[in-house]
């Protein structure tokens, strides 16, 4: 989704070698999907409203303690995926990477490049090796997009 790639992480201020490299770690790309956390709808396949309405339900039910990521920039938390809703929707693949991308960039202003990206992952060194695999990445699209 290049197009809405590009819109999205220049109106949140994050740069897109970043951006991409993001999603490559997330969904292989860009993929709206759900993700695969041992919990509810895990692995569901594409996200379109109806099922996204459908898990919403269920997660509600839970108390928000079932969780699972969502779209591009899979949303995992719960608050998260509501952000998405009051703009348009997390199924949305547009309005799902504007959200991921300002908590990413929120995260880089506020800790720093590497911490900030853990950051959006979790933390420790699970969350270390996932900034090192993003970085990885934007290095590679700073060269392609050059």
């Known amino acids: 989704m290049p197009y809405r790639t590009v819109r999205a992480a220049s109106k949140e201020g994050l740069e897109l070698a970043l951006a991409c490299g993001f999603l490559m770690i997330e969904t292989g790309g860009g993929t709206n ?12 396949g594409v996200v379109t409203k109806k099922k996204y309405l459908a898990y919403k339900r269920e997660r509600i039910y839970s ?9 591009p920039m899979q949303l995992t938390w719960w608050s998260t995926q509501d952000e998405a809703d009051a703009i348009g929707g ?20 506020r800790d720093g490049l590497h911490a900030g990206i853990a950051a959006y992952n979790g933390s420790g060194p699970a969350a270390q090796a996932y900034a090192d695999r993003v970085l990885a990445y934007a290095e590679h699209f700073r060269q392609v997009l050059a």
């Open 33 to 44: 999907e759900f993700g695969h956390d041992p919990t509810i709808y895990i692995g569901a």
């Open 63 to 71: 108390g928000n303690t079932l969780m699972q990521g969502v779209g």
């Open 90 to 109: 997390c199924w949305n693949p547009y309005k799902n990477m504007i959200i991921g991308f300002r908590h990413a960039h929120e995260n880089i202003e």
